[in-house]
C-alpha cells in the first residue's frame, strides 16, 4: 500500500493524557497536513510541513498540540493534557509541493475519543 | 474566517433524483478541488478545477468551475446509495498553493 498511513486508527484516552498519533505519507511528497474534523463537518487546517520545517500553525493550536517531521518523512501530533474537546478525527494529508496545483491525499484518520 | 460556503448542508433525496451542491466564496482561487468522505475514512480527491468556465465530468457526476473562478458546483445525476457520503470543496486562494480552504461539506444520502 502506497496511500497516506496513519496509526492509530483509534484512541480513546481519559481526560488529561497525553496521546501521540503518527502519519506516514505518501514516499515521496515532500508536503505533510494536519487537520482536525468533527463530525459533518469539513477539516479544520491545524499545521503544515514541507520536508522537516514546520511552515504554518493555526490558531486552533493551542500549546498543548505539537507536531513534529523530524526527518521529513513521517510526522506526528501530540495532544498533552487532553481535554473532551479535543474528540474529533485527527487527519494527515500529504501532497507533492511544486509550482502547480495542490493535490492533497488523505490518510483514514485517528478517532480520538476523551472520557 | 470560513471563506467557502457551501450549500445545502445536508441533502436527502431518492435513488434516481439529480441534485446539484454548490460551492461559493468572495475569494478568487486558482484551482478548486472536490473530495468525497465516507464515514470513517479520509476525503477522497473527486477532481481539481482551474480555468475559469471549466467543465469536468466523472460517470455521472459533472464539476463546473464559475467564470470568475470563485464558485463551482457540482451535479450528480440519476444519484445511487453509493454517492452517498460528505462532499467537500478545497480551494487553493490565488497566489498560495501551500494551504487549501475547505469548505464545511454536503453530507448526503441516497435512499434506496
Known amino acids: 500500500d502506497t496511500g497516506v498511513s496513519q496509526d492509530p486508527r483509534h484512541k480513546i484516552t481519559k481526560r488529561g493524557q497525553n496521546v501521540t498519533f503518527r502519519c506516514d505519507p505518501i514516499?515521496?511528497?515532500?508536503?505533510l497536513y494536519w487537520y482536525r474534523q468533527t463530525l459533518g463537518q469539513g477539516p479544520e487546517f491545524l499545521t503544515y510541513?514541507?520536508?522537516?520545517?514546520?511552515?504554518?500553525k493555526s490558531r486552533l493550536l493551542s500549546d498543548r498540540f505539537s507536531a513534529e517531521r523530524p526527518k521529513g518523512s513521517f510526522s506526528t501530533l501530540e495532544i498533552q493534557r487532553t481535554e473532551q474537546g479535543d474528540s474529533a478525527m485527527y487527519l494527515c494529508a500529504s501532497s507533492l509541493g511544486t509550482s502547480g496545483l495542490l493535490k492533497q491525499f488523505f490518510g483514514p484518520g485517528t478517532r480520538l475519543t476523551v472520557l | 474566517t470560513q471563506l467557502l460556503e457551501q450549500s445545502p448542508q445536508f441533502l436527502s433525496i431518492q435513488e434516481g433524483e439529480n441534485l446539484t451542491v454548490y460551492c461559493n466564496s468572495s475569494?478568487?482561487?486558482?484551482?478548486l478541488q472536490w473530495y468525497r468522505q465516507e464515514p470513517g475514512e479520509g476525503p477522497v480527491l473527486l477532481v481539481t478545477?482551474?480555468?475559469g468556465g471549466e467543465v469536468k465530468k466523472l460517470k455521472r457526476l459533472t464539476f463546473q468551475f464559475g467564470d470568475a473562478r470563485k464558485d463551482s458546483s457540482l451535479h450528480i445525476t440519476a444519484a445511487q446509495p453509493g454517492d452517498t457520503g460528505l462532499y467537500l470543496c478545497?480551494?487553493?486562494?490565488?497566489?498560495?498553493?501551500?494551504?487549501?480552504?475547505w469548505g464545511l461539506g454536503t453530507s448526503l444520502a441516497v435512499n434506496p
Open positions: 478545497a480551494g487553493a486562494e490565488a497566489g498560495n498553493n501551500r494551504k487549501l480552504i
Open positions: 478545477v482551474v480555468t
Open positions: 475569494s478568487v482561487f486558482s484551482s
Open positions: 514516499s515521496e511528497h515532500n508536503r
Open positions: 510541513f514541507q520536508n522537516e520545517a514546520q511552515l504554518e
